[in-house]
């Protein structure tokens, strides 16, 4: 099925030390926590138990990857509730990739007023990058690799990995023509 990238153990080892990161940027503060759907589902869960910080969560929904590897239009398909005006941020996604999606994400926060900005991503892959924008806190910095697992999916599977792995070629490579089941 899908071969290991980095393990159950080397994602949690390295979600502490992020968390310990992110502990001592905002020491006192309060923080707002907007997590990306769906892709950050269990990296969100990891991170936000490692931190002792007084959090509050709300989810953005952003599609992207409709179905197969290319990327399409950006659609929200969930709007914030939480109030951010004046607060400090933290965005987390699973992947930044083109960076597209963050950026857009970072534009559309921006205007909502709030203190201040930070982005967390758990992989980075920056050999296919089209905007000019960095990730505050990184996981892992990846190659140019379509990657599932552990919140990451092909046509909505894999999610439920507990590892960040790679498919093999055959399972993606469909003969052109050949939908891709949601
Ligand atoms: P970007 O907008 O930066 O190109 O892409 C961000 C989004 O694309 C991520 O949130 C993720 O949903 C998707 N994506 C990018 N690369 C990968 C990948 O290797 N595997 C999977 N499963 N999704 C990816
Ligand atoms: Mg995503």
């Known amino acids: ?5 980095i393990t159950e153990a080397a994602l949690e080892r390295r979600i502490r030390s992020l968390a310990r990161q992110i ?20 990296f969100l869960a990891d991170l936000i138990r490692r931190l002792t910080l007084p959090l509050r969560l709300d989810f953005l929904g952003v599609s992207s990857y409709r179905g197969a590897t290319q990327p399409r239009k950006l659609i929200y398909t969930k709007e914030l509730r939480l109030d951010v005006r004046g607060r400090s941020v933290l965005v987390v996604d699973d992947i930044l990739d083109t960076g597209r999606t963050l950026s857009s994400v970072v ?5 909502l007023k709030p203190r201040l900005i930070r982005t967390c991503v758990l992989l980075d892959k920056p050999a296919r990058r089209i905007e000019t924008l960095q990730a505050d806190y990184v996981g892992f910095k ?7 697992g552990y919140g990451l ?17 055959e399972l993606y490579r469909l003969p052109s023509g050949c939908a891709i089941e949601p």
């Open 153 to 169: 999916d092909f046509a909505e599977r894999y999610r439920n990995l507990p590892f960040v792995g790679v498919l093999r070629p």
């Open 1 to 5: 099925m899908a071969q290991v990238l």
């Open 23 to 42: 502990e001592r940027d905002f020491r006192g503060g309060e923080l707002v926590v907007v997590a990306l759907l769906n892709g950050t589902v269990p």
């Open 107 to 111: 534009a559309k926060l921006r205007r």
């Open 142 to 148: 990846i190659p140019n690799l379509f990657v599932v």
